[in-house]
């Protein structure tokens, strides 16, 4: 058995494990061909969709640019947002060391990385006060080359770099990674001679992850890309398994869809690793964008889409265990666990006399996570709550990489499994013209009146 | 117009506003006996619950141990998790620079904080690369004195300075904020001779942001807790105003406790400013632990608790709003907006000609995150979908007491609307129990043998 498998174990939705909230035998069975169709389904369309080819891309461009900015950066400076801030950050936080950017620079593998994914004037204005601009370099993703908060972003920076190193200086500082042809950013870069890198045309922001948009500041940090792209290559293989028992993608996938259909509408992603933590944020856009639709494919309104919940264990055990054992039968649970952390921190105890800390001496740290992770899957299970387990040997690129391409195909084939679009975000369009509206875009004035007289209607008697 | 009020506006759950999914003034009206009854139920019981009467409490002792420690101190840790965790950290982030602990220390008002607040062997280990034991004092918070990965760290902390400092020096480098009479960690300290603070005996874990484990370490890194807790004062006022529609605890109580009987089984807050991030991370467990419960106080079974979710503007507008806007309608949105940032952060555009652009010239990115709040904000309320804003006039200490204490209140108001006890946390028994038997504490040896048989019915055709 290869050792680097991220193993995927669904016993404990099993209604003679869970109880009636999970799952028998025979609603499985019974929906395993459209399980099979979907996999069908998704697998035929590889070549359009694109992001399912990423693992086999050629990376020397990356690495040979990111090569030069480590050679001349003390820090890379992400900014993006969503699908462009979400993958970057979760690799850095799984593969590198928890306190990265305070780490005294022998330590480091390479310059720091920030990532200030938010159109907040007082956390942008702030980097300014901890970079050092003439050593920095700006990564600016944006697949559209119009994102609002990217290009907001990316203007209040070059303003402030080209104070410092002037005009002629800025192309040594900026890395645009954008859409091949099309798009202001686009013509910004050539306009300017900046450097670039290419996000192919068909793969959208949320599975952009293994394009140029997660791999370059991975690169640049000192992480091995190639290994990234060589698990997902693996999960490639892994899940274009025809028999969907065989598939972990879609067996996942269908599981959630149907206890979905039983009422459960929330799908928690609980990682018992710091580590995984920002795993499970990018998994939130992923799932939650891709299945979240007013309108399926055969034009029906359905309002469809479980919502995907971020929980970190043991953290949250102290915050959503209490909810999660007692509440309402309306969640399913997804752990993380990892069988072999780098280090065990093992602790010694001087008062093993007192006998409440007895226990402690002895173990470690090691031993107290996953004991507390198969504690809380024990105690969720017993009380009713079906749950899947997501088991990493370790964590490293290789294993991330799997995950990453894994949850990206179950995403894909729970698409066809609610019969929905699953590469589209047509809800957050009028948001859009909204913002454009309120802020003065030419051509949306009729837009903004009516967001004018609908603020006149607002009744202070429900203010307090 | 005191212009430091947190105003609270429910506009948006009216259905004349937002349709089917709001609330008609006839179900509210319906409902205000029963949140009348709640508050007074509440405020009836201030001194035994102990937390309404924080905001009167004497800071002094907490304020000259901080200036103590501001003065001999580089770091300062927390070693807690849960309550002991969520308050210190949601406090620093809103009132601290957002890269405090990168700033060059003439830049800093304070020590550095950290607080690893899990269980995991690399974070912990992690943290001695970047801190200098010799300059740092680590605050130990536990309630109960026994919390098994707080105890876990302190043990595996101590050990590391007792090899820096020697035993003697140790108590230089300890702050024990615990039970003032119970509890392991209070033998511990009597007998190391370690400096201490009291928690209030009948102040629960989630309550106790305003007392010294909240307090102490915004002490020490600067932020004024006597504003912090005038700010509580006053929300304590608005707060017992007995008639609901000018309580703002209480009218959003009752509007989040209507809208779960109607279905919307999530709410979500969503502040649209950095620095309120992990105030809604500090809400979640306050929300999900207070009401999330099997049984009422009539001993019926009856699984509620509605689940409170972090979303983040405008960043999650890039990854959850799609769902937001078009899934099921099975939430309710509490938008946290800022009327007045520190400063704007303004935009000047070179690329002005090139269209997609041309709008964000002379704007700022305080103009833009306001435009996307209140654009988010009218596309959910157009998509039908009801939402409720908390309006701060500006992010600072009076303003977060503020609003610490209407959410305490809102909480313990919507237990009574629940007719559950909104203090107790029985569901997270099992899993300690569990975690104790896999650690092999003495007495959990039965229960370690049913783990292992359970584990032993395990079904491998159900991983793949």
Redesign the interface.
């Known amino acids: 058995m290869n050792p680097q498998i991220v193993?995927?174990?669904?016993?404990n939705v099993?209604a003679d494990?869970v109880g009636q909230h999970g799952l028998t035998e025979a609603e499985i069975e019974a929906a395993l061909p459209h399980a099979a169709a979907a996999i069908e389904a998704v697998q035929g369309h590889r070549a359009d969709l694109g992001w399912p080819e990423l693992p086999y891309q050629n990376t020397s461009e990356i690495i040979e640019l990111a090569q030069e900015v480590r050679a001349r950066a003390d820090t890379l400076v992400v900014l993006g947002?969503?699908?462009s801030?979400?993958g970057p950050i979760a690799t850095q936080t799984a593969l590198q060391?928890?306190?990265y950017?305070?780490?005294p620079s022998e330590?480091r593998r390479g310059p720091c990385l920030?990532v200030p994914?938010?159109?907040?004037?007082?956390?942008?204005?702030?980097?300014l006060?901890?970079i050092d601009l003439e050593r920095t370099v700006f990564n600016v993703i944006t697949k559209s080359?119009?994102?609002?908060?990217t290009?907001?972003a990316f203007?209040?920076f070059?303003?402030a770099l080209a104070k410092r190193v002037g005009e002629k200086g800025l192309a040594e500082h900026l890395v645009l990674t954008t859409d091949p042809r099309k798009?202001?950013l686009r013509?910004?870069a050539e306009?300017g001679g900046f450097k670039t890198l290419p996000i192919p045309a068909n793969v959208g922001?949320r599975f952009s992850e293994l394009t140029a948009v997660g791999l370059f500041p991975a690169a640049v940090t000192g992480i091995d890309i190639n290994e990234l792209l060589a698990g997902a290559a693996y999960a490639d293989k892994r899940t274009q398994e025809r028999d969907p028992?065989?598939?972990?993608a879609a067996?996942n996938a269908l599981i959630q869809f149907l206890l979905d259909q039983k009422g459960k509408?929330?799908v928690v992603m609980m990682p018992y690793?710091?580590?995984l933590r920002d795993v499970a944020?990018w998994f939130?856009?992923l799932w939650?964008?891709s299945?979240?639709?007013?309108i399926n494919r055969a034009g029906d309104v359905v309002?469809?889409?479980p919502?995907p919940?971020?929980a970190?264990g043991?953290?949250d055990?102290?915050?959503?265990?209490?909810?999660?054992?007692?509440?309402?039968?309306?969640?399913v649970f997804n752990f993380l666990f990892v069988d072999q952390?780098?280090?065990?921190?093992p602790?010694?105890?001087?008062?093993s006399d007192?006998?409440?800390?007895?226990?402690?001496d002895g173990?470690?740290?090691?031993?107290?996570?996953k004991?507390?992770g198969?504690?809380?899957q024990?105690?969720l299970t017993?009380?009713g709550r079906p749950n899947v387990a997501h088991h990493f040997p370790a964590v490293n690129a290789y294993t991330l990489g799997q995950y990453y391409y894994m949850l990206e195909m179950q995403t894909a084939i729970a698409g066809e499994l609610y019969n929905i679009n699953a590469f589209d975000?047509?809800?957050?369009e009028?948001?859009?013209?909204?913002?454009?509206?309120?802020?003065?875009?030419?051509g949306y004035d009729e837009r903004r009146q009516e967001?004018e007289a609908?603020r006149g209607?607002?009744?202070d008697?429900?203010?307090?």
Chains 1, 2 share one sequence.
């Open positions: 193993r995927f174990d669904y016993n099993m494990v947002i969503g699908g801030a979400l060391h928890p306190f950017n305070q780490l330590l920030y994914d938010n159109a907040d004037p007082e956390l942008n204005a702030a980097l006060d901890v080359g119009t994102t609002a908060e290009m907001a203007l209040y070059r303003e798009g202001a013509q910004i306009r922001g028992r065989k598939n972990p067996m509408n929330m690793a710091s580590r944020d939130r856009q939650a964008e299945l979240g639709k007013r309002n469809v889409g919502t919940i971020k970190l043991v953290t055990q102290h915050s959503q265990v209490q909810l999660y054992a007692e509440g309402p039968f309306d969640k952390f780098m280090l065990e921190a602790l010694t105890n001087p008062y007192i006998n409440e800390t007895t226990y402690l173990k470690s740290f090691e031993q107290l996570i004991a507390e198969a504690a809380t024990l105690a017993e009380a975000q047509p809800g957050v009028a948001g859009k013209v909204a913002t454009y509206a309120l802020m003065g875009r030419e967001i609908a209607r607002h009744n008697d429900y203010v307090i």
